[in-house]
């Protein structure tokens, strides 16, 4: 998978699971999510609603939408009925969605990096959960797996409309260390390496 299929991929997760947007409104908004997740989907999308033909004052009365907030009519094409209960978050909500299952899948392909074959390691990380008051995340919440396990993308399980749930290495030197002859230098490399993750370098 590389960067424009996760992109896609979980831009659909979002579109489906939300029902805000209509799913052929996906190349319109895939520009909305930022990558590097530097800017928050409510900028993104206040610039995207503010772009091109605006819905009329009489539009937007009728909808819900305070008469001073941008909604161009292009915008307002891609939302759903249920999207058009709810207007203003409509597309914000999509897009940090599909945002958290970007990230969430640039960190663990790191850690898989991290935990190159050789070096004795066995690819375990922990569940850090996104809400307490949802039943998977609470459940799961300090849970060890697998990294080939770990569900980048949001089980149905989760009730969380923008699950940010995250996966940390668990460094056990005793319990996850496959071969017990690896020596000192190699275990001093895995930890510079650890370390250089989390500073995210
Ligand atoms: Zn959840």
Same mark, same amino acid.
């Given at each position: ?8 991929? *979980? ?8 029902? =805000?947007? &209509?799913p052929?409104? +996906?190349?319109?908004?895939? $520009? ?51 999207g ?10 999509t897009?940090?969605? *599909? ?8 960190? =663990?392909? &790191?850690?898989?990096? +991290?935990?190159?074959?050789? $070096? ?65 230098? *190699?275990?001093?490399s ?12």
């Amino acid at each position: 998978m590389d960067d424009s299929d996760i992109v896609k991929s *979980a831009l659909t997760e979002a579109i489906d699971k939300l029902g =805000l947007i &209509k799913p052929d409104a +996906i190349e319109r908004i895939s $520009h909305l999510l930022s990558a590097d997740m530097t800017v928050h989907p409510r900028q993104t999308c206040i610039e995207y609603r503010k772009t091109g033909d605006q819905l009329s004052k009489e539009d937007k009365k009728a909808n819900g939408i305070n008469g001073n907030a941008f909604f161009s009519r292009n915008a307002f094409d891609d939302l759903t009925d249920l999207g058009r209960l709810n207007p203003l978050i409509a597309h914000q909500q999509t897009i940090l969605r *599909a945002n958290f299952t970007v990230g969430r899948y640039h960190s =663990l392909e &790191k850690l898989k990096q +991290i935990f190159l074959p050789g $070096h004795g390691f066995k690819g375990i990380v922990k569940f850090i959960g996104s809400a307490p008051e949802c039943p998977f995340c609470s459940d799961s919440d300090g849970e060890l797996m697998k990294i080939e396990e770990a569900p980048v993308f949001p089980p149905p399980q989760c009730a969380c409309a923008a699950p940010h749930y995250l996966f940390i290495p668990e460094i056990s030197f005793l319990d996850n260390w496959n071969e017990p002859d690896q020596t000192e230098s *190699a275990r001093g490399s895995l930890l510079t390496r650890f370390i250089r993750w989390f500073r995210h370098e």
